[in-house]
């Protein structure tokens, strides 16, 4: 058996407990993995809600997360890229999650983690830091163009800032005052959120890149006429804006070309908290807060305070 945290129902953090589930065995095509660090995102507070329901259908309880890095313990029936014993970086297979102690990636969804490159960050290259990487590639901007990130401040966003300049692209980041020395530091000129931040931005943008939606996308595009406009969080607005959403390739070339930059320095994952798997409803609850900077990861090794079975009680 291994322990999992996830939600038994759809709803708010009271629906979130620890679970003690049977080890999953990989199927063809499949890894299995002993997680050492998973990253934490605002979509599995958003799948736990139900408002995610029509897109990620789930079967209850359902584990948390969706990006871990670990270290391979059983690999499925034909599988040659990985053996047992590999440090790998993937995204969770469709039924399994990332807070856990164990899970199942798609071996064509997985990467091997370069030795110099922490657990803690190669848990943020599946989710965080490939959806960045997706948006800037389809965006396609040459060196010395401007791009507006909206929601500068958490794990996507600060990524997105660092690929642009890693890029030669001019940066511009939407973030609330708190977040404003973080999103300075990746080399970006901040921009203060809320009403009117279209009009705090002061200049020509040749695209946005959004991660809010709703009236703040559509206060900051009227100020960036004919900018071109990908957005993760709205992509119904961004497509009456002449843009779309991000197509995510998670595949494990892509993946494994992040996790060089990250290797290589050239790219931060900006993981500014850890928190042990027992606090896992602590960590969640600091990204579904909004007030979190950078990325939030959980570090799934033993931990003495960790329950050794299912409590059957809700740990928020």
């Known amino acids: 058996m291994a322990l999992a945290y996830g939600f038994t129902e759809y709803g708010g953090p009271e629906t979130q407990q620890f679970l003690d589930l049977p080890v999953a065995t990989p199927g063809p095509g499949q890894v299995q993995v ?17 408002l995610r329901r029509d897109s990620v259908p789930v079967a209850l309880p359902a584990v948390l997360g969706r990006e871990v890095a670990g270290v391979v313990t059983a690999v499925g029936e034909d599988e040659t890229r990985f053996s047992v014993g590999d440090e790998v970086l993937g995204s969770t297979a469709a039924g399994f999650g990332g807070y856990a102690q164990s899970t199942v990636v798609n071996s064509a969804s997985t990467a091997h983690k370069p030795a110099t490159v922490a657990f803690t960050d190669a848990a943020t290259i599946p989710v965080a830091l490939g959806t960045a990487y997706d948006a800037l590639d389809r965006l ?10 909206i929601g500068a401040g958490g794990g996507v966003g600060s990524a997105a800032l660092s690929l642009a300049r890693l890029r030669g692209l001019n940066a511009i980041g939407i973030a609330s005052p708190a977040k404003e020395r973080f999103v300075t530091s990746t080399g970006a000129r901040w921009v203060e959120s809320g009403a009117g931040a279209g009009s705090r931005v002061g200049t020509a943008v040749d695209a946005v890149f959004d991660l809010v939606g709703g009236d703040v996308l559509a206060d900051v595009a009227d100020a960036a006429s004919g900018a071109r406009v990908v957005s993760v969080a709205d992509p119904a607005q961004a497509a009456a804006l002449g843009g779309g959403g991000v197509t995510r390739r998670r595949t494990s070339q892509v993946f494994g070309e992040i996790a060089q930059l990250v290797a290589s320095g050239d790219l931060d994952a900006h993981v500014t908290r850890v928190f042990p798997f027992a606090e896992a409803g602590a960590a969640l609850a600091s990204v579904e807060s909004g ?15 960790l329950p050794t079975e299912s409590s059957g009680r809700p740990r928020t």
């Open 140 to 149: 396609a901007l040459p060196a010395g163009s401007t791009l507006l990130v």
């Open 291 to 305: 007030h979190a900077a950078g990325k939030v990861v959980l570090d799934v090794r033993a931990d003495e305070r």
């Open 34 to 50: 002993a997680v050492v660090a998973a990253g934490v995102n605002p979509a599995d507070w958003k799948v736990r809600s139900g």
